[in-house]
């Protein structure tokens, strides 16, 4: 059955000539769907509007600065996480590293001596790694990488991100 221009007219308030009248009449005579939408709004029309409690203004305006309060130290716990897993991560990799070191506090002038030697070795096999990469690799597979590296980044972000944000509605 076609509800329009029935529905419209009973959405819009729609100011009806009387053969648009009649013809609603008719339709609404025949049709469960619109006339259970014309009682909808005849209800909706009687219910008396209730005045809000003494002070509903100032417990509004308090409790969105306590909604707001609360999102802030969200996204600064978020914030913090973040930063705590990355570092985490990061000393994921540096804590054999450091313990080694400290393990021995005689040797440590030489432990830091041959982890130098070992940074500088890293970055010269690294930068060969890339110059022989550069060669290899076409420049049009660059931007995948490059893509690829900042997609997970981002992933990794978002995720953490999405723990902290809720969706949030004012109640009444
Ligand atoms: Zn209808």
């Known amino acids: 059955m076609n509800h329009q221009p029935f529905e419209t007219w009973l959405l819009e308030d729609k100011i009806l000539a009387p053969a648009e009248k009649r013809e609603l009449d008719a339709h609404l005579q ?20 209730v005045s809000p409690a003494p002070g509903f203004a100032l417990r509004f305006r308090q409790r969105l600065v306590a909604l707001k309060t609360a999102e802030q130290r969200r996204r600064l716990f978020g914030i913090l996480l973040f930063i705590a897993s990355g570092v985490g ?20 002038l030489f432990d830091m001596a041959s982890l130098l030697a070992f940074v500088v070795a890293a970055l010269q096999t690294f930068r060969l790694f ?17 893509l690829a590296f900042v997609s997970v980044g981002a ?3 978002a995720s953490v991100w999405h723990l902290f944000r809720r969706p949030q509605g004012v109640f009444a």
């Open 30 to 49: 025949i049709c469960k769907i619109c006339s259970a939408l014309a009682e909808t709004k005849l209800a909706l029309f009687a219910a008396r509007t």
């Open 89 to 108: 991560i990061i000393g994921i990799f540096l804590v054999p590293i450091f313990t080694s070191v400290l393990a021995s506090p005689t040797g440590w």
């Open 130 to 146: 890339l110059s022989t990469a550069f060669q290899i690799v076409p420049a049009k597979y660059w931007a995948a990488i490059l």
């Open 155 to 157: 992933l990794w972000f």
